[in-house]
């Protein structure tokens, strides 16, 4: 069974700051690993995703994850936040052929 | 081209009533998906679809129903609706492999 642990349902950060937001997931076969944005009232957008291959992957926007088997995590970073960063960010796991399933989802503040 | 479709976006409804969320893909998916997004943020998987498989979350009550008339559509019908039923309804698609979910934009469904 698939499942997937965000650590902290809100972060805040202060402009410039590091951002980082956590991920565990379990899976009982390699899984393919997503981070997705929200914005207010609109839909999920894809930021990043790992499926096989380098374990450092790059997004849109700036962000990027690292795949860690041994940690079975998957922690989003930004080296510096903007406003614009501002949203709900969702980790999802999914197993080839299998529905995807998403984390409680980790609302991030950005002050300035 | 918008690649996930929903409409209508917003939908203000009595309880007791029936109504349908339409989903239309043009990316040529052949899975398709609907998620139920609670007050909190937490986004539940209800179905996904493709043209073989139709698996249904056990925790979905059976008022909520799928209906796909060809490959690109999965409607979403909902009989006697509830206050509980208030929540954003996303319909997302994916193709074989599952390296990306595209979302559509959300359906807010208040039901008063």
Same mark, same amino acid.
């Given at each position: 069974a698939q499942s997937?642990?965000?650590?902290?349902?809100?972060?805040?950060?202060?402009?410039?700051?590091?951002?980082?937001?956590?991920?565990?997931?379990?899976?009982?076969?390699?899984p393919y690993l997503f981070?997705?944005?929200?914005?207010?009232?609109?839909?999920?957008?894809?930021?990043?995703?790992?499926?096989t291959g380098a374990?450092?992957?790059k997004g849109i926007n700036?962000?990027?994850?690292?795949?860690?088997?041994?940690?079975?995590?998957?922690?989003?970073?930004?080296?510096s #936040?903007?406003?614009?960063?501002? #949203?709900?960010?969702?980790?999802a796991v999914s197993e080839p052929g299998n529905q995807f399933y998403f984390g409680t989802g980790t609302s991030l503040t950005v002050i300035p | 081209d918008t690649a996930v479709s929903q409409t209508p976006k917003y939908l203000v409804t009595q309880m007791g009533n029936d109504k349908s969320i339409k989903c239309e893909q043009n990316l040529g998916h052949d899975t398709m998906y609907w998620y139920k997004q609670d007050s909190k943020k937490f986004l539940k998987i209800m179905f996904s679809y493709n043209n073989k498989e139709l698996i249904i979350n056990e925790t979905v009550p059976n008022r909520f129903s799928p209906k796909s008339p060809d490959k690109a559509h999965l409607n979403l019908h909902i009989n006697?609706?509830?206050?509980?039923?208030?929540?954003?309804?996303?319909?997302?698609?994916?193709?074989?492999?599952n390296t990306e979910a595209f979302f559509g934009q959300g359906t807010r469904l208040t039901v008063v």
């Open positions: 997937v642990t965000q650590l902290g349902s809100h972060v805040s950060v202060s402009e410039g700051a590091l951002v980082l937001l956590r991920c565990n997931y379990s899976s009982s076969v390699p981070w997705y944005v929200q914005y207010p009232n609109q839909g999920l957008q894809l930021l990043l995703k790992y499926t374990t450092l992957v700036g962000f990027e994850a690292e795949f860690k088997k041994s940690e079975t995590s998957f922690h989003l970073t930004k080296p #936040a903007h406003m614009s960063d501002a #949203a709900e960010y969702f980790c | 006697s609706l509830e206050l509980g039923d208030s929540a954003v309804y996303f319909c997302a698609s994916s193709q074989i492999g």
